[in-house]
């Protein structure tokens, strides 16, 4: 008993010694502190969404010919009403000049009719009243009357044939019309298809075909991106949005939804989306936005500001994290409450403190339950 006692005294030292000397070195992490901040809770879109303008027309020429004049180039700016192309026209002009010149020969035939009327009628009050004095037979006032009925419907006849000439000339105004392209807004020509001399076509119905002027007014823009339809239920028009492009990585543009489309669409049957259109708000001057690029929208559901939060990625499976404790130098794992959240920032209701150490980089070697470590302390985010 006495050896067993001598050799356990002189063992367990050399057991400790060699633990001490042999022992893992602790692992140097970033350690983050705990600390209170805005957290939202936020739906984005699911694939890439695109920007667009509230107006755009993709102007064809509603009857076919050949062009014999353009009168703007690409990239200009255009009023409304503004002409932009001309067919060749001299045809529907000649009918239009034509027209014109027989509606004015029937407003002239009309003057000669009603002035012709009005002296028939004068005549026949005259000749009435000299009839009551026996001193005009039956027989000339009859045909006296007669002439005056006569001249009254040709007066209104004459009116008549005023209307079909309007409406002759009407029709022919508007096939002429029918041979220019105006811009129906203002706005900027983005594309023209055709040059002088060239024939142009209109676009059947179903039957996609380059337009003659592509206008687009980009007073006026918007993104619509595809949102999952879990998080497209919580969405209501109204809120607000941040909006950022690929062309301009790091700007955020403030933005506005306007509009939930009413249907699902099932483009992808594995992930379901609903189409949501996000207004700039305002359109930002000192950035020139083209229409079709590429843009993610993040609507604003909800906002908690001054809430104890840590950032999503610290968090392991189970709702726990890796919190340091000061008084062993290691990690240990605790299970925390969670509250709103989005992939930076996740609230925390319950098991954790301000100032409280967590590790956030999850994909050191080592760094695990127990582990001892030395603390690399990064600044509050």
């Known amino acids: 008993m006495k050896r067993t006692l001598i050799l356990l005294s002189i063992a367990l030292p050399v057991a400790a010694g060699s633990w001490y000397f042999t022992r893992p070195d602790p692992i140097t992490v970033p350690l983050t ?3 209170t901040g805005l957290v939202e809770v936020i739906a ?3 694939r890439a969404g695109t920007i667009r303008a509230c107006d755009r027309s993709r102007l064809s020429m509603p009857q076919g010919g050949r062009v014999d004049a353009l009168y703007v180039d690409e990239g200009e700016r255009v009023k409304t009403g503004q002409l932009l192309l001309r067919l060749h026209d001299d045809e529907q002009q000649a009918l239009v000049a034509q027209a014109d ?7 002239l035939e009309q003057t000669r009719a009603c002035t012709q009327a009005e002296f028939s009628r004068r005549e026949l009050k005259r000749s009435q009243s000299l009839a009551e004095r026996n001193l005009v037979s039956a027989e000339q006032l009859d045909r006296l009357a007669n002439d005056a009925r006569l001249s009254a419907i040709g007066c209104e006849q004459a009116g008549v044939a005023i209307e079909q000439a309007e409406a002759q000339l009407a029709l022919y105004s508007a096939q002429l019309d029918k041979m220019q392209l105006r ?7 983005a594309e023209i298809n055709g040059e002088p001399g060239e024939y142009t076509t209109p676009s059947p119905p179903g039957v996609a075909t380059p337009p003659a002027v592509d206008l687009i007014d980009d007073s006026c823009l918007y993104v619509r991106a595809p949102i999952d339809e879990v998080e497209a239920a919580q969405l209501k028009p109204g809120q607000q949005a941040r909006i950022t492009l690929d062309a301009f990585r790091g700007d955020r543009f403030s933005g506005t939804l306007k509009r939930i489309a009413p249907f ?6 594995q992930a379901r989306t609903v189409d949501v259109d996000v207004y700039f708000d305002p359109i930002p001057e000192s950035t020139q936005l083209l229409v079709g690029y590429s843009a993610d929208v993040e609507v604003i559901i909800e906002r908690h500001d001054n809430v104890l939060r840590i950032p999503t990625e610290a968090l392991l499976e189970g709702n726990a994290v890796l919190r340091f404790n000061p008084d062993s130098s290691t990690l240990e794992r605790v299970t925390v409450d969670t509250g709103p959240a989005n992939w930076s920032w996740t609230s ?3 098991g954790l403190s301000a100032g409280d150490l967590i590790l956030t980089r999850l994909d050191i070697d080592g760094a695990v339950d127990g582990a001892a470590v030395t603390p690399q302390t990064a600044a509050p985010q």
């Open 44 to 46: 984005a879109n699911s």
């Open 183 to 189: 811009a129906p807004f203002a706005g900027i020509v």
């Open 101 to 107: 010149a027989n509606l004015k020969a029937a407003r």
């Open 348 to 350: 925390i209701k319950a």
């Open 33 to 35: 502190p705990i600390d």
């Open 264 to 269: 699902v669409s099932e483009l992808e049957k």
